[in-house]
């Protein structure tokens, strides 16, 4: 039998992330949330990946051994000094900073499995061209998160150039519901102990595509007006103090002041057509970077790419 997992999946635990003087957070999605939205993708496996967090994964690892169809793998995604490496199957939590090559030896140590995640990207911080040095299990050859034409094509043909090197994989990188489903690794077997053996026998299968445009939309106006509804919660005491969501502490921390400035900027971008300027904008930038870099590519091999 052949069965589908997403090796690479997002909650609230992942943190913010910072625009300038703004600030979002990267999801808003509960552990289990993305858990039961794995399920309904009909994944075998889903394994939690927070950025360099692994209290999520544990709650959902926690949540998953009440379901018959799914296994839910702890795992994190570790930024490095030389980018992002993704651990599965891990016991404990692995410091940021270190090296590519330390945090790949401290996988390992707690029997687990390393894999780049998106590479090549150029808008996240990636392992880039160091990926052909590294000891890694697998690669994601497809990550949904990049719609761009540069960022898994770049991976695949560094698949294909390697053969036989790493385990194909094709993974959600799902911030929130909306982009999860299209992008998964196909494995023989059902459940994660098959999932593992697929990939330290690299006989996996990087499937799907990514999450159109529209659906990083959704992510980013769910984030938006979840923040906002966070923030009245609170100024009606419906916020629990001893939830241990970091987004509620979050909110029950922010200061009068950016409580205002952000239901403010949150009624601006969630004002039309100021969301659809605003994928529109992002797709262009993206859409000019992979035209420079495919033109500075062609300037050093002689011919156009
Ligand atoms: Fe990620």
Redesign the pocket.
């Known amino acids: 039998m052949i069965s589908k997992a997403d090796t690479?999946v997002?909650t609230y635990y992942?943190g913010t992330t910072n625009y300038k003087i703004l600030r979002f957070p990267e999801s808003v999605a509960s552990p289990e949330t993305q858990v039961d939205c794995a399920r309904k993708h009909g994944m075998s496996v889903v394994c939690i990946?927070d950025?360099s967090e692994i209290k999520g994964a544990f709650r959902a690892e926690r949540y998953g051994r009440g379901l018959k169809d799914i296994d839910v793998v702890v795992g994190e995604?570790v930024m490095t000094s030389d980018g992002?490496i993704?651990g599965l199957w891990l016991n404990e939590f692995i410091r940021p900073n270190m090296t590519a090559e330390e945090t790949i030896d401290e996988i390992r140590s707690q029997g687990g499995i390393a894999i780049a995640?998106?590479p090549f990207g150029f808008y996240?911080r990636c392992v880039g061209h160091k990926v052909t040095e590294l000891d890694l299990d697998g690669i994601e050859t497809i990550n949904g998160?990049h719609v761009d034409e540069w960022t898994n094509n770049m991976a695949k043909g560094c698949f294909r150039s390697n053969p036989g090197r790493w385990a194909e994989i094709g993974a959600s990188?799902a911030?929130s519901t909306y982009t999860m489903g299209y992008t998964w690794t196909e494995f023989s077997g059902e459940g994660e102990d098959d999932l593992r053996k697929a990939i330290l026998s690299k006989s996996t299968v990087a499937c799907g595509r990514p999450a159109p445009v529209f659906t990083q939309s959704q992510w980013s106006l769910q984030v938006v007006l979840d923040g906002m509804r966070m923030i009245v919660d609170r100024w009606r005491g419906k916020l629990d103090p001893n939830d241990d969501s970091p987004l509620v502490q979050k909110t029950l921390n922010l200061p009068p002041t950016k409580q205002l400035a952000a239901l403010i900027g949150g009624a601006i971008y969630c004002t039309p057509p100021i969301p659809f300027i605003g994928a529109w904008a992002a797709t262009t930038w993206i859409d000019r970077q992979v035209k420079r870099m495919k033109a500075d590519m062609g300037k050093s091999y002689g011919y156009k790419v």
């Open positions: 690479h997002h992942s990946t950025h995604e992002e993704i995640p998106h996240v998160g990188d911030h």
